[in-house]
DNA sequence: GATTAATCCTAGTAAAATAATAGGGTATGA
DNA sequence: TCATACCCTATTATTTTACTAGGATTAATC
């Protein structure tokens, strides 16, 4: 029950995108540099951001990543499901009637799978991208390490 | 996000050992049978149960597990975090002070993963072994597949 | 128009985790 | 003594993850 990378740095770039593109477009490299992140990695998980429309690019020199909705449109749902795929703890738990499990009548944990998938998808679905980039704002006002050489693996 | 066989397996075996040992022991190969899983890959997960303290086994002929406390005292959690462990969806997150990454104090998304967590646990634990026992029997009353050669791959 | 700074797209690959399989040992009832 | 069952550890095949790499396209600037 882990979140890959892909979740756990994709969240962590999208906060600073956020942060940083009210002005200008945010590039790959310079969110990988404040990061700690392999640019090339960090470039696939954009492109997934990108397909879900949480995010939209602009090329060519001086181009990067801006926001394409509203930092309080944008929930940690919304980023991990787009970065994970479904979030439900199981595969084929036939959650959705029609594309069940063969064995979905007599599946006694199917339940179980659709209440933890369900309470998941309510948590990360509250929790919206502007509460965490104001959080933030706030750890940086404080003076935590501005321009730390430890970097999170989360 | 997803839960392994271990945890998916386990739980079914759980209830299928709840099921039926309430005048003797069930035996992995009764339990593998009924529930179309690899014996000796059961047995592995069997013991982590046992080590969990939610089961007990008699050795020797005619010997199998019991559960080592009643259907109403076990939950769902119970049997997840001793199959999977922590149901944490990252390993390093900093939930608990003492063991948080360095990066810690300046982290952002570390509330993130202690709001699902949370929520995860709170589900599992709610939901307990007795209630999942009740509907496989209502399922087997209602005469769905008797003896199945369809088996839930979850 | 050339250069440079960017995103874009696909493929490959090393390492880690998962899901079993396998072998032999120990206990116990008939 | 034999068959049935749990016990414990090691090995292995497969799958997934987490990258790395190459090269194409786009656009601003010199």
Redo the contacts with the bound molecule.
């Keep these: 029950m882990?979140l890959?990378?892909?979740g756990r740095?994709g969240l962590r770039a999208l906060i600073d995108l956020a942060q940083y593109s009210e002005k200008e477009?945010?590039?790959?490299?310079?969110i990988a540099a404040r990061q700690g992140?392999?640019?090339?990695?960090l470039?696939?998980l954009?492109?997934m951001l990108?397909?879900a429309d949480l995010i939209?690019?602009?090329?060519?020199?001086?181009?990067?990543?801006v926001l394409n909705k509203d930092v309080k449109d944008i929930s940690v749902g919304d980023v991990l499901r787009a970065l994970e795929g479904s979030l439900e703890p199981v595969t084929c738990s036939g959650l959705d009637p029609e594309e069940g499990c063969e064995a979905s009548k007599e599946c006694v944990t199917k339940y179980v799978w659709q209440r933890i998938n369900d309470s998941i998808n309510k948590t990360v679905d509250e929790i919206k991208l502007d509460q965490l980039v104001e959080e933030s704002k706030e750890i940086q006002a404080k003076g935590v390490s501005p321009r730390s050489e430890i970097h999170c693996k989360n």
Excluded: N
């Design positions: 882990k890959s990378t892909k740095y477009p945010v590039s790959i490299t310079s992140l392999s640019e090339r990695y470039e696939q954009m492109s990108k397909k939209k690019s602009i090329r060519g020199a001086g181009g990067g990543y």
